[in-house]
């Protein structure tokens, strides 16, 4: 079973940017796709952005589009989240997610907070 680890989260001010990165603790050749998703409190968990492994096809949710990026380093076996612009409404756990193996495999999440 593999595992993800995030990191990169943190406070910061609005307009300021983030990158998160997810480690996996195998190889990430054999998932169908990762990406990020976010649960703000009392809100249900939402996508982010996803990237398909074998042709890094990305999609992303509106709330992000233009603001945010994900990528993939196969060789590191993790993938990122580079957040810019970043606004209140974008505070969250945010959680790396990946379909690997037929199986639904998450983090444990870090927070991003944006001050107002």
């Known amino acids: 079973q593999v595992q993800l680890v995030e990191s990169g989260g943190g406070l910061v001010q609005a307009g300021a940017s983030l990158r998160l990165s997810c480690t996996a603790s195998?190889?990430?050749?054999?998932?169908?796709?990762m990406g990020w998703f976010r649960q703000a409190p009392g809100k249900e968990r939402e996508l982010v952005a996803t990237?398909?492994?074998?042709?890094?096809?990305?999609n992303y949710a509106d709330a992000v589009k233009g603001r945010f990026t994900i990528s993939r380093d196969n060789a590191k076996n993790t993938i990122e989240l580079q957040m810019n612009s970043l606004k209140p409404e974008d505070t969250a756990a945010y959680y790396c997610?990946?379909?690997?193996?037929?199986?639904?495999?998450w983090g444990r999440g870090t927070q991003v907070t944006v001050a107002s």
């Open positions: 997610w990946s379909w690997i193996q037929t199986k639904n495999v």
């Open positions: 195998e190889t990430i050749l054999r998932a169908d796709r």
């Open positions: 990237i398909v492994i074998s042709d890094s096809r990305t």
